[in-house]
């Protein structure tokens, strides 16, 4: 996928992932939380270009930087996340504000890699972004699945 191609996913997805935290939503047992960041992962390694051959060290350097921001949005982003039970034993979760911060420091955080990356010559390709959203999306859905399992209302599934 091109570098446009990569861009548009990349938006469309963070666009759709911060529209429906806010609304509330039914954890279920079992389900595909880990489809989406598994679908980014292959995109963005696909193409291969995450670490720029150029600048091989610097880049993984930079590449771990984000994927480090990435973990701790995750993790920001699940405690940020409101989570109740209902009557009915069901979870719900809905986004707040803190978590709604959360997306907007990391986003900083990262154009400012990226400018880090850029002034020292370091070409970074957009799988790396994909990368980091994936990460960001699988710890803060795992947090939230285990964060839901103890608070009982959600059995883990045997598949």
């Given at each position: 996928?091109?570098?446009?191609?990569?861009?548009?996913?990349?938006?469309?997805?963070?666009?759709?992932?911060?529209?429906?935290?806010?609304r509330?939503?039914?954890?279920?047992?079992?389900?595909?939380?880990?489809?989406?960041?598994?679908?980014?992962?292959?995109l963005?390694?696909r193409?291969?270009?995450?670490?720029?051959?150029?600048?091989?060290?610097?880049?993984?350097?930079?590449?771990?930087?984000?994927?480090?921001?990435?973990?701790?949005?995750?993790?920001?982003?699940?405690?940020?996340?409101?989570?109740?039970?209902?009557g009915?034993?069901?979870?719900?979760?809905?986004?707040?504000?803190?978590?709604?911060?959360?997306?907007?420091?990391?986003?900083?955080?990262?154009?400012?890699?990226?400018?880090?990356?850029?002034?020292?010559?370091?070409?970074?390709?957009?799988?790396?972004?994909?990368?980091?959203?994936?990460?960001?999306?699988?710890?803060?859905?795992?947090?939230?699945?285990?964060?839901?399992?103890?608070?009982?209302?959600?059995?883990?599934?045997?598949?």
């Amino acid at each position: 996928m091109s570098g446009l191609g990569n861009a548009v996913v990349i938006v469309a997805v963070i666009g759709l992932v911060i529209a429906r935290q806010m609304r509330p939503r039914r954890i279920r047992a079992g389900g595909r939380w880990w489809l989406l960041p598994a679908v980014l992962v292959v995109l963005a390694v696909r193409d291969g270009g995450v670490v720029d051959s150029a600048h091989r060290s610097t880049s993984i350097g930079m590449l771990a930087a984000e994927l480090a921001v990435a973990v701790v949005m995750g993790f920001g982003w699940a405690f940020t996340t409101r989570m109740w039970t209902e009557g009915d034993g069901s979870v719900w979760t809905q986004g707040t504000k803190a978590a709604l911060g959360v997306w907007v420091v990391g986003i900083a955080v990262r154009v400012a890699l990226y400018g880090i990356a850029a002034a020292m010559g370091v070409h970074q390709h957009s799988g790396s972004v994909l990368l980091a959203v994936a990460a960001t999306l699988l710890i803060r859905s795992g947090v939230l699945m285990a964060r839901a399992q103890h608070a009982g209302g959600v059995k883990r599934a045997i598949t």
